[in-house]
């Protein structure tokens, strides 16, 4: 229902000129009112002006209508089947622990269809390459035969020969042949890939539309894939692996960005699957007692110090919520609060995170700094996240919160995974940053600077993100409230004269429904706003 003027919706949004309020009736003016009354939130230029990176809003395997749709612009193939995908056969991968370490058939010409949806849809691809050895060799094997290796405590029950790798007893298979299964992808072997993707999509890489990823979540190959990997991977066999893939990578395609290490989470930071499998720190004293991200990062310089030839651009890693039921459907009261304060682990340095992590993680600073300490000069990205809740509204505002904390903080990259369900408010929460007016209107793409004065809101649930859009000479704001209460907010715009604006807003109640439009009137560059208890607003002021 599009709307115009001052307007006040039930359950929706209240729009405020002048200090004057316009309601139909006093209900939702008075919880306003009574929750955050008179709280003024300024925006401005920076001192340092920054732009926000547009690959902060990627998604993984996304169909060519949600691409479009969204203006998506940057789509990875990635996760723990693309770590074994044979480009050679172009329909096989390996399923490995998630599935009974099986070859499946998938869609023909895989590759080449995800990297046509991208050139269509003109978004940057994010081309995960194996790392690992070892690829699927065809559709129909799988690497614990029970023929071979015996009975199995699990077998599909589609494939009865088709076993988990686990005896009855609790023992691991071991010494399985793993060209069973697989066949050895090796640098040439991917080189080849690399140089086939250039001769059927020279656009993509003539436009600098195309990075490669090495591998997927190294620490944990030895249990998503011990078919092939069963030994735990140590800080000198990583770095081996990685910079003999990346000098392959960049002398085939020396102008694409690499992106690595992909690690799997908060562990894996600092500890090598060698260190933690043998539950020691042997594999760390022998590498100067040093955490293992900062030592990879150390040596990826030395090696471009030494060589004159940089093999890493993008520091990339995953990071899931790890409290109790957060990364899940699960909708109760108290998994929507630990969802909605969990984002805080992403750049809060006073925030321990209530999980068994039970750290400080501020993930982007920490990134940020590590980079800074290291191995100045690279970007930094986190290529898998998710908050869970997709079904319930909580989805949204968290996806809402983090997508303006990657902007705020200065990510560079990242991809959820794998993409909100189309008809999901979390989908919509999404386009509200991308394509909010059906007609290409995004979140801006340079920062503004937000400070609040007056009522502190930090118990308040309500978050602006601010950012100009340079290519449409618009100041947006995205507007998060996550509480149960109406709030009144004034917005006034320092530096940039701007005029009436235009609201595109979502609630609770009408999640589902099209986003609802209002005028946002402005006087003397300020404009007063009620937002709805648990809502999503982007707002619009041309200068």
């Excluded at 991977?233 to 990346?246: P, Q």
């Excluded at 991308?434 to 979140?443: E, K, T």
Aim: charged share 20%.
């Amino acid at each position: 229902m599009k709307r115009s003027g001052l307007s006040s919706v039930a359950g929706g949004l209240v729009l405020v000129a002048g200090g004057l309020l316009a309601v139909a009736g006093r209900g939702l003016a008075a919880e306003a009112d009574a929750g955050m009354a008179g709280a003024v939130c300024r925006i401005a230029r920076p001192a340092v002006p920054r732009r926000i990176s547009p690959d902060i809003y990627g998604l993984a395997g996304a169909p060519l209508q949600v691409q479009t749709n969204a203006c998506v612009p940057l789509v990875r193939w990635g996760g723990n089947t693309a770590c074994r995908y044979n480009w050679k056969l172009g329909n096989a991968w390996n399923t490995g622990n998630d599935w009974f370490f099986e070859n499946v058939r998938i869609e023909k010409d895989a590759w080449q269809g995800f990297l046509q949806r991208a050139d269509q849809s003109g978004a940057r691809a994010l081309m995960t390459l194996p790392l690992i050895g070892f690829v699927a060799k065809d559709t129909q094997s799988h690497s614990f035969s029970v023929k071979k290796y015996g009975p199995q405590q699990q077998t599909d029950g589609y494939r009865s020969d088709a076993g988990n790798g686990v005896r009855a007893d609790g023992s691991k298979v071991k010494a399985n042949v793993r060209l069973d299964a697989s066949v050895v992808a090796d640098p040439a072997f991917v080189a080849a890939w690399v140089q086939q993707m250039q001769r059927d999509f020279p656009r993509l890489f003539a436009e600098r539309r195309i990075l490669f990823a090495l591998g997927n979540e190294p620490m944990l190959w030895n249990v998503t894939h011990r078919d092939v990997h069963p030994e735990p991977v140590s800080y000198d066999e990583y770095f081996a692996r990685f910079v003999a893939m990346a000098q392959v990578v960049r002398q085939v395609a020396p102008q694409a960005r690499i992106a690595g290490p992909e690690l799997w989470g908060w562990p894996a930071f600092f500890q090598s699957a060698l260190d933690r499998d043998t539950k020691s720190n042997q594999d760390r004293k022998q590498h100067g007692g040093e955490d293992f991200l900062p030592w990879f990062l150390k040596r990826m310089r030395q090696h471009e110090q030494q060589t004159k030839v940089r093999l890493l651009d993008v520091v990339t890693v995953h990071f899931y919520p790890q409290a109790q039921g957060v990364h899940s459907a699960d909708a109760d009261p108290e998994t929507v609060a630990r969802r909605l304060e969990t984002v805080r682990s992403l750049y809060d340095p006073g925030y321990r995170d209530p999980s068994w992590i039970n750290e400080r993680v501020e993930l982007i600073p920490r990134l940020r700094r590590w980079v800074d300490q290291c191995y100045p000069g690279l970007q930094v990205g986190i290529t898998e996240y998710n908050w869970g809740g997709e079904g319930d509204f909580s989805g949204a505002l968290a996806l809402a919160n983090i997508l303006g904390i990657f902007g705020r903080e200065g990510l560079d990259l990242a991809c959820y995974w794998s993409y909100p369900p189309p008809a999901s408010s979390a989908a919509q929460a999404y386009r509200c940053y991308r394509n909010v007016d059906g007609a290409g209107g995004a979140f801006g793409d340079q920062l503004l600077e937000v400070t609040w004065v007056g009522p502190a809101v930090g118990w308040s649930g309500v978050t602006l993100y601010a950012a100009y859009e340079e290519s449409r000479r618009m100041v947006t704001v995205m507007a998060v409230n996550q509480s149960g209460l109406a709030r009144t907010v004034q917005v006034g715009v320092k530096g940039i004269a701007v005029r009436d604006g235009k609201v595109y807003y979502m609630t609770e109640r009408t999640a589902g429904a099209p986003l609802t439009e209002a005028v946002v009137p402005v006087h003397d560059n300020v404009a007063s706003v009620v937002l709805a208890p648990r809502s999503i607003s982007h707002i619009r002021f041309p200068e």
